[in-house]
């Protein structure tokens, strides 16, 4: 199989990319910053000076402390493992939700297709993040559930996509000869037809992460997705916008951080895009 | 074309009442009553209160009064503000928010196209960097940072924009429609530059400009008509986006729309307000879609004739 070539070859050309290699670093340094954040952190998160109030940008606090007197920059660190673990789990949920999904319908084919996609239709016409909404107000705020409920909604493209592939490996000659010599489907869908599809897959799900990043933003923007004394970056933004009439930098350091964040993803998504498959470059 | 679009709507009927019916059932199962906040009622008042809004009856009960009154056109009374109804709010909301997406939609579609036809007739060049860097920026800085952003920036430094209401002070929609345009602006520059793209590379393109048509007369005419498709397509799918959207922008600028009305509603555990909005959303952009589908085919003259 020519599998390793094409891997070793949109590493390659990956690594002539200059934005998404760019992307990349700033992605791995803010993990390494995220899962180091309690050791890295000039202060905990929840430590208030109340006796400094909001400070600018000192020598002690290098972006400053907020109207609680709390270290921006500490805050800023372990918002970062919240707002990244969000990106990272519900994409998983949504990845897990959605090949399995397209997988089935692909692979199956006929009438269970159909039937299959169509809900994937019927689901895409609906207004998701209301859903989402209710769920939080019904059940409460909780991590798992917004997950979830984030997860849920965005597997639909990721199930288009990895049928539409599995439909274009169904009628190759090793999936044939796969089925002619009685592989289980278990083991068809595993050692055939996943590892044929992991570069689009890879693809989307690095695209996916900024997407579930912006749901949980606004979600904790509104008010209505992570809850005190935890923090993610939307609900840094949310207190900065709160008090950016006095104390602007509450506002622009997590701003920026986010945008810097959703940056990187998009340009090393892209970057990927580009290795896996040059011909869709242009979107 | 007639024949899908009805079959369409027989789809569409069906999904809205499952959509309907799920979330009646959604709430009735979430824990509290909509009467037991902040001050206690005694039992008697609760009693009364609990026969007015007909919460007394089986669920079952409640569920076909509700779906009755739906048809009609009926979403029953607020908890929250007594003597309005649900339908009346969402009459009041809509037209604000309908004005303010309306605004988006054209900031979006004339800085998204004009840029975006641009940047591919002139590709590779500083004309099509600078505004695809810029429609990237408008992509990952979210509504909900760009809106007091803009704020900070137009509205407390410089002063020379009202920084909320809606109507009331002159100038003071601007920054709302701007900051709701914006990420569709970007959006709608990026699919109108890769469509445009695409069709510029077509044989029919050659033969418009071996004819001797004006350059203008081969963009205008000839390609923007098939290049333009995928932004038709995203426009109804744009819609559901405008609406949360309209969630942010709403609240930032203290805008009396159906968005904030939905997010205090959804604070204040008004049910019934709630479940009307929920319903009402689903069906406009089901509405939307269907007609963003009904367009892309009619502009794509493989689709047209089947």
Same mark, same amino acid.
């Given at each position: 199989?020519?599998?390793?070539?094409?891997?070793?070859?949109?590493?390659?050309?990956?690594?002539?990319?200059?934005?998404?290699?760019?992307?990349?670093?700033?992605?791995?340094?803010?993990?390494?910053?995220?899962?180091?954040?309690?050791?890295?952190?000039?202060?905990?998160?929840?430590?208030?000076?109340?006796?400094?109030?909001?400070?600018?940008?000192?020598?002690?606090?290098?972006?400053?402390?907020?109207?609680?007197?709390?270290?921006?920059?500490?805050?800023?660190?372990?918002?970062?493992?919240?707002s990244?673990?969000?990106?990272?789990?519900?994409?998983?949920?949504?990845?897990?939700?959605?090949?399995?999904?397209?997988?089935?319908?692909g692979?199956?084919?006929?009438?269970?297709?159909?039937?299959?996609?169509?809900?994937?239709?019927?689901?895409?016409?609906?207004?998701?993040?209301?859903?989402?909404? &209710? #769920?939080m107000? %019904?059940? @409460?705020?909780?991590?798992?559930?917004?997950?979830?409920? /984030?997860?849920? +909604?965005?597997? !639909?493209?990721?199930?288009?996509?990895?049928?539409?592939q599995?439909?274009?490996?169904?009628?190759q000659?090793?999936?044939?000869?796969a089925?002619?010599?009685?592989?289980?489907?278990?083991s068809?869908?595993?050692?055939? &037809? #996943?590892?044929? %599809?992991? @570069?689009?897959?890879?693809?989307?799900?690095?695209?996916? /992460?900024?997407? +579930?990043?912006? !749901?949980?933003?606004?979600?904790?923007?509104?008010?209505?997705?992570?809850q005190?004394?935890?923090?993610?970056?939307?609900?840094?933004?949310?207190?900065?916008?709160?008090?950016?009439?006095?104390?602007?930098?509450?506002?622009?350091?997590?701003? %920026?951080?986010?945008?810097?964040?959703?940056?990187?993803?998009?340009?090393?998504?892209?970057?990927?895009?580009?290795?896996?498959?040059?011909?869709?470059?242009?979107? | 074309?007639?024949?899908i679009?009805?079959?369409?709507i027989?789809?569409?009927?069906?999904?809205?009442?499952?959509?309907?019916?799920?979330?009646?059932?959604?709430?009735?199962?979430?824990?509290?009553?909509?009467?037991?906040?902040?001050?206690?009622?005694?039992?008697?008042?609760?009693?009364?209160?609990?026969?007015?809004?007909?919460?007394?009856?089986?669920?079952?009960?409640?569920y076909?009064?509700y779906?009755?009154?739906?048809?009609?056109g009926?979403?029953g009374?607020?908890?929250?503000?007594p003597?309005?109804?649900?339908?009346?709010?969402?009459?009041?909301?809509?037209?604000?928010?309908?004005?303010?997406?309306f605004?988006?939609?054209?900031?979006?579609?004339?800085?998204?196209i004009?840029?975006?036809?641009?940047?591919?007739?002139?590709?590779?060049?500083?004309?099509?960097f600078?505004?695809?860097?810029?429609?990237?920026?408008?992509?990952?800085?979210?509504?909900?940072?760009?809106?007091?952003?803009?704020?900070?920036?137009?509205?407390?430094?410089?002063?020379?924009?009202?920084?909320?209401?809606?109507?009331?002070?002159?100038?003071?929609?601007i920054?709302?429609?701007?900051?709701?345009?914006?990420?569709?602006?970007?959006?709608?520059?990026?699919?109108?530059?890769?469509?445009?793209?695409?069709?510029?590379?077509?044989?029919?393109?050659?033969?418009?400009r071996a004819?001797?048509?004006?350059?203008?007369?081969?963009?205008?005419?000839?390609?923007?008509?098939?290049g333009?498709?995928?932004?038709?397509?995203?426009?109804?799918?744009?819609?559901?986006?405008?609406?949360?959207?309209?969630?942010?922008?709403?609240?930032?600028?203290?805008?009396?729309?159906?968005?904030?009305?939905?997010?205090?509603?959804?604070?204040?555990?008004?049910?019934?307000?709630?479940?009307?909005?929920?319903?009402f959303?689903?069906?406009?952009?089901?509405?939307?879609?269907?007609?963003?589908?009904?367009?892309?085919?009619?502009?794509?003259?493989?689709?047209?004739?089947?």
């Open positions: 199989m020519n599998n390793n070539s094409l891997w070793s070859d949109a590493l390659y050309r990956l690594s002539r990319n200059r934005a998404a290699m760019f992307g990349g670093f700033i992605l791995i340094l803010l993990i390494i910053c995220a899962v180091l954040a309690p050791w890295i952190a000039p202060y905990s998160y929840s430590y208030q000076d109340l006796n400094l109030g909001a400070s600018p940008p000192s020598s002690e606090h290098l972006l400053g402390t907020d109207v609680l007197g709390r270290d921006l920059l500490s805050r800023i660190l372990y918002g970062a493992r919240i990244l673990l969000v990106g990272f789990v519900a994409t998983g949920v949504a990845l897990i939700i959605g090949v399995s999904w397209g997988i089935v319908a692979y199956v084919g006929g009438g269970v297709d159909s039937i299959m996609m169509r809900i994937v239709d019927v689901l895409y016409g609906l207004p998701f993040i209301i859903f989402i909404i &209710l #769920l107000v %019904i059940f @409460g705020r909780n991590l798992w559930l917004l997950f979830g409920a /984030i997860g849920a +909604v965005e597997w !639909l493209t990721m199930a288009r996509i990895v049928r539409g599995v439909i274009g490996l169904k009628n000659e090793f999936v044939m000869a089925k002619a010599m009685g592989v289980s489907n278990l068809m869908f595993r050692r055939h &037809l #996943l590892p044929n %599809i992991l @570069g689009p897959i890879a693809v989307y799900a690095t695209l996916t /992460i900024p997407q +579930v990043m912006l !749901l949980e933003g606004f979600l904790s923007f509104l008010g209505l997705g992570i005190p004394p935890m923090s993610s970056w939307g609900t840094l933004i949310k207190d900065g916008v709160e008090s950016m009439e006095e104390f602007s930098w509450l506002l622009i350091y997590p701003g %920026i951080t986010f945008t810097i964040t959703l940056f990187a993803l998009n340009f090393f998504g892209d970057g990927l895009r580009d290795a896996l498959d040059p011909k869709t470059s242009d979107d | 074309m007639i024949a679009f009805i079959r369409r027989f789809v569409a009927i069906p999904v809205l009442l499952a959509v309907a019916s799920i979330t009646f059932f959604l709430i009735k199962i979430a824990p509290g009553g909509p009467f037991d906040a902040d001050k206690a009622v005694s039992p008697q008042v609760l009693k009364n209160l609990n026969e007015a809004y007909n919460l007394d009856a089986s669920n079952w009960e409640q076909l009064d779906m009755s009154g739906l048809l009609q009926d979403l009374p607020s908890f929250r503000f003597g309005r109804s649900v339908t009346e709010m969402i009459a009041t909301g809509l037209p604000v928010t309908f004005e303010l997406a605004y988006a939609i054209i900031i979006a579609l004339l800085i998204g004009f840029s975006g036809v641009l940047a591919a007739l002139k590709r590779n060049t500083f004309l099509d600078i505004p695809m860097a810029i429609a990237m920026i408008g992509i990952c800085v979210p509504t909900f940072l760009m809106g007091p952003l803009l704020v900070l920036i137009f509205g407390i430094n410089l002063e020379i924009l009202p920084v909320s209401g809606w109507g009331q002070l002159p100038g003071d929609k920054l709302p429609s701007i900051t709701l345009g914006f990420a569709y602006a970007a959006y709608i520059a990026r699919l109108s530059r890769g469509g445009m793209l695409e069709v510029l590379n077509q044989d029919f393109i050659r033969t418009a004819k001797g048509l004006t350059e203008r007369m081969v963009v205008v005419k000839h390609a923007m008509q098939g333009l498709i995928p932004v038709v397509s995203f426009l109804g799918p744009a819609i559901a986006g405008l609406l949360a959207g309209s969630f942010v922008v709403e609240t930032i600028f203290q805008i009396p729309g159906l968005g904030r009305f939905y997010v205090e509603a959804a604070f204040n555990r008004d049910y019934t307000m709630i479940l009307g909005t929920t319903i959303f689903s069906a406009m952009i089901v509405f939307f879609n269907l007609m963003s589908d009904i367009a892309a085919l009619w502009l794509n003259p493989r689709s047209r004739d089947s």
